[in-house]
């Protein structure tokens, strides 16, 4: 007999199962392919373009970077940022890490504490924002209620002093994050060889001495896979900003996100605002390009 004859044809049953992994997840490409990269390429195309209140495509070279370059707004949230994403992410690291090698010397209540330190990161940014916005008010917040008790010199108003305000962010986003931060590490705690550990205690090793030298450097992909993270919430950082500040006083606590936005949707200077997304998602890629070079390099070698 033939080859054909041989063959077993397909059943339609057989054929749907094959395809039908491919038909579930094409709804999902296509809203990645054209929501995602689509809408990337698009701003990339605004962003030489004299768009304003609407899109316009007539070609306008470099005109918009360079007009981002001169503008002294964006200068100030370029700063914020740095101060920002700087702080934010050196005391997230530090405070999570405490944290985790705290739990994981197996105290008492160790669920609930972690419940306790994880719970902020349930909560969104606006909400978070909008907490601390009261909190930090010098007319009813902390201010108010120490000086209510009797502390009449005390004064904390650096959510309205303009050269304090942005480290009043840095203070909102490491409560909420630094529980988050403390869950990465905890997970990486838990999963080092403890007979490492225990052979360091028979040499006599200090706990501090075995966090330090053994444990923590162990704990590299973590460290990566948490400052990956961290930078890329600071340089997004919006409804932070939005609920907290408004960029203000003036727009002395304003961060990129927020200058797009403004120049974007309510300035009507879309060109701009679009130059000012480019350079955001460089700022991104160069955080994130570096970590997967790193990773892939590592498996390579593996």
């Known amino acids: 007999m033939g080859s054909s004859a041989l063959s077993v044809r397909a059943s339609p049953f057989d054929v ?27 701003t990339f195309v605004l962003s030489f373009t004299n768009s304003r209140f609407m899109p316009s495509y007539s070609w306008a070279g470099l005109l918009q970077y360079e007009r981002l370059w001169n503008n002294e707004r964006w200068w100030v949230a370029s ?5 920002f994403g700087g702080l934010f992410i050196v005391i997230s690291l530090v405070i999570g890490v405490l944290l985790a090698v705290l739990l994981d010397q197996r105290i008492r209540r160790e669920g609930f504490i972690r419940t306790i330190y994880l719970y902020p990161m349930a909560l969104s940014m606006i909400v978070t924002g909008t907490a601390w916005k009261w909190l930090l008010n010098p007319g009813l917040g902390l201010d108010k209620l120490l000086r209510d008790w009797g502390w009449e010199g005390f004064r904390f108003d650096w959510i309205v002093d303009p050269d304090r305000v942005v480290y009043t962010l840095v203070i909102a986003a490491v409560w909420q994050s630094s529980g988050f931060v403390m869950a990465l590490f905890l997970a990486g705690l838990r999963g080092v060889d403890q007979s490492i550990i225990r052979a360091a205690q028979v040499d006599g090793a200090s706990p501090a001495t075995i966090y330090l030298r053994i444990v923590l450097p162990s ?6 896979s948490a400052l990956m993270i961290l930078a890329h919430i600071a340089i997004k950082s919006f409804d932070l900003v939005a609920a907290m500040t408004a960029g203000g006083p003036g727009y002395a606590s304003d961060l990129p996100a927020m200058f797009m936005y403004a120049h974007t949707f309510t300035r009507g200077q879309m060109g701009l605002g679009a130059a000012s ?8 890629l160069a955080v994130i390009v570096p970590y997967l070079y790193s990773e892939l390099r590592n498996k390579r070698h593996d």
Request: net charge positive.
């Open 16 to 42: 749907l199962q094959r395809w039908l992994p491919k038909l579930v997840l094409a709804p999902s490409m296509l809203v990645v392919l054209v929501g995602f990269y689509g809408y990337i390429l698009w």
């Open 277 to 284: 997304a480019m350079l955001m998602l460089g700022a991104v």
């Open 79 to 83: 700063k914020n940022l740095v101060v």
């Open 219 to 224: 704990l590299r992909p973590v460290f990566f």
